[in-house]
Structures are given as structure tokens and as C-alpha cells.
């Protein structure tokens, strides 16, 4: 007797067509109108979006600005912000955690004959991370709060033009050799002069 095929679930001819993030409010109270957020998703390129997040702050002379992301995005969100912070220094930090929902769309590739395309839509709750960066200082007392990282100390001058020095000259030729060797050296040179002295007392 034949086996009967393994009951499939029925997803597999379901592809992901579409996803969108639940629209919230950020966060943070007391942001100015207008303020830059970067959403950053998870296939940005993170030399597009430092490119135009350093612009807003550097030619535009924007003040605060915001970096937020969700799912797997949010190690990208986090590397965009670190970079900022080491290539403008001084600004102070506030990290927000908590969950957003993501809605995704479904569409049945194989719908039944006669029979409208089926898509279905799914809800799921992801981690989401939302970063506020401030050149202004901002509430220390506020939960999430980093103060500005201190600037990474200069070189010591003198450490810096000792490295440039020359190297010693090397030694003479006798500091090479053993004590003993010298020792032995300078008595020998000592006798000769003395027997040298005597013969020619003794002429």
C-alpha cells in the first residue's frame, strides 16, 4: 500500500510582497519641529545615509537629529550613530528601546482557478531602537541618557620627536669586548712599558 503525501502547510506558495512599520511618535519630548530622522532599514547603505545625516548637521547647521530602526536593522542604526559621534565628537546621546509592529503582506502565487489572487497579512512585534544625538545638552536625569564621550588625548610631543631621533652610534670596538678581554688587555700594554722603561735604564 502506497504512502499518502505528507500534508504540506501551505505557506510555500505564499512570497512576502510588501512590509510596512506601524506609524508611532517618536519618543522624545521637547523635540524642535523639524527635526532629521534616519530610518534606517535593513538593506540601507550606511555610507548613504552618514553622507546625508552629516550634511544636515555640518551645512545645515542642524542641531539634534534622530537615528531609528527596527528588527534587524537596529546593529545598522547603532553603527550609524557611533560613527557620527566619533566624527563630530561632543554630542550627547539618549537610546530609547521598545517594540513596533511590522506589518507584512503575503500574496498567494498559486490561487485557485477562477479565483482571486489571496494575500494575507501578518503582524508581528520586532524590537526597535530610536536614538536621539544632540549638540545641545539634554536632561542627564532622563532614562537612556549618555553624556559626550572626552576626546581621545594628542601625543605627547616629546614622545612623538623622540621617536624621531636617530638611533645611538655603536659602540666601540673594545665595549664589545668582554671585561676580562680588557682587563687582560690594558696589564698586558702596562708590562710592555715597564720592560721597555728597564732596558732603557739598563743601556
Same mark, same amino acid.
Given at each position: ?19 510596512? +512599520? +506601524? ?12 527635526? !532629521?530622522?534616519? /530610518? ?27 537615528? %531609528? ?12 550613530? +557611533?560613527?557620527?559621534? *566619533? ?8 537610546? &530609547?528601546?521598545?517594540? /513596533?509592529?511590522?506589518?507584512? !503582506?503575503?500574496?498567494?502565487? =498559486? ?10 497579512? !501578518?503582524? &508581528?512585534? !520586532? ?8 549638540? =545641545? ?13 572626552? *576626546?581621545?588625548? +594628542?601625543?605627547?610631543?616629546?614622545? $612623538? %620627536? ?25 696589564? %698586558? ?6 720592560? =721597555? $722603561? ?6
Amino acid at each position: 500500500m502506497a504512502a499518502k503525501p505528507v500534508a504540506q502547510s501551505g505557506m510555500e506558495n505564499f512570497r512576502k510582497v510588501r512590509t510596512s +512599520e +506601524e506609524e508611532s511618535p517618536l519618543p522624545f519630548p521637547d523635540l524642535p519641529p523639524g527635526v !532629521v530622522e534616519m /530610518k534606517v532599514k535593513e538593506g540601507s547603505k550606511i555610507r548613504n545615509l552618514m553622507s546625508f545625516a552629516m550634511a544636515q548637521m555640518e551645512l545645515k547647521g542642524s542641531r539634534q537629529i534622530v537615528f %531609528s530602526g527596527c528588527g534587524r536593522a537596529v546593529t545598522k542604526t547603532i553603527t550609524c550613530v +557611533e560613527i557620527m559621534k *566619533r566624527k563630530l565628537g561632543g554630542l550627547h546621546q539618549v537610546t &530609547k528601546v521598545r517594540y /513596533k509592529t511590522l506589518l507584512e !503582506v503575503w500574496e498567494n502565487q =498559486d490561487p485557485l482557478p477562477g479565483g482571486a489572487a489571496q494575500n494575507l497579512t !501578518v503582524h &508581528k512585534n !520586532v524590537p526597535s531602537i530610536c536614538i536621539l544625538l544632540s549638540r =545641545d545638552p539634554l536632561d542627564p536625569n532622563q532614562t537612556g541618557y549618555q553624556p559626550p564621550e572626552p *576626546r581621545e588625548a +594628542e601625543e605627547d610631543p616629546s614622545s $612623538s %620627536s623622540a621617536k624621531g631621533l636617530k638611533r645611538p652610534p655603536p659602540p666601540a670596538r673594545e665595549e664589545l669586548l668582554p671585561k676580562k678581554l680588557q682587563v687582560a688587555g690594558a696589564s %698586558s700594554q702596562q708590562g710592555s712599558g715597564t720592560r =721597555d $722603561s728597564q732596558t732603557d735604564s739598563h743601556y
